[in-house]
């Protein structure tokens, strides 16, 4: 999950530099992605140190965002890996709710966490409207509300119920 919502955060930070898009309007993309990555070594230095594969996710990643960056890709490709995006983040999503609706359980899912990124996805529908007069932009936030909000309803509606069976 970590790993493809990382290459969706390189090409939605990529293309929002490029589109020339007021930094407010993404900038925490910028850290989630950096947030995202240290998780992921993080990951690696406790399971199986620092590999060969880490180091071809860190210069695949970063070198990719290099490259989209000084625009040795071209934005016709950028318009379409930025709807990409889409489709990637709702992967990382789609998921985890077919989980908690399948076991009728959100397991240890924190309820604050997914309320602030549904708030957060609500926000930044807002300000695209406002400020981003671009429609792939503003379709990837409104597909990440409502997955958050698909998995906030779940939280809700099921909780830890396989948790609280273990108690009894």
């Known amino acids: 999950m970590f790993l493809l919502e990382l290459i969706g955060y390189v090409i939605s ?6 589109k020339g898009f007021p930094f407010s309007t993404y900038g925490e993309v910028s850290f989630i992605l950096i947030q995202n990555y240290i998780i ?9 140190g620092v590999s060969l594969q880490l180091i071809g996710i860190t210069v695949g990643l970063f070198g990719s965002l290099a490259a989209m960056c000084v625009g040795y890709v071209p934005m016709t490709v950028m318009e379409q890996l930025q709807a990409l995006t889409i489709v990637i983040f709702a992967a990382s999503k789609i998921p985890q709710a077919y ?3 399948k076991t009728k359980s959100t397991g240890k899912l924190a309820l604050i966490t997914f309320l602030l990124n549904f708030a957060g996805s609500v926000a930044r529908i807002f300000t695209t ?17 409502v997955l958050n909000g698909l998995i906030l309803a779940q939280i809700l509606i099921y ?3 396989a948790g609280a069976k273990k108690k009894d």
């Open 13 to 18: 930070l990529a293309y929002n530099y490029l």
């Open 40 to 48: 992921i070594a993080l990951m690696y230095a406790f399971t199986s």
């Open 99 to 101: 989980t908690n609706w």
């Open 129 to 145: 409207i406002q400020e981003v007069n671009d429609p792939i932009v503003l379709a990837g936030y409104i597909s990440g509300a």
């Open 159 to 161: 909780g830890d119920r």
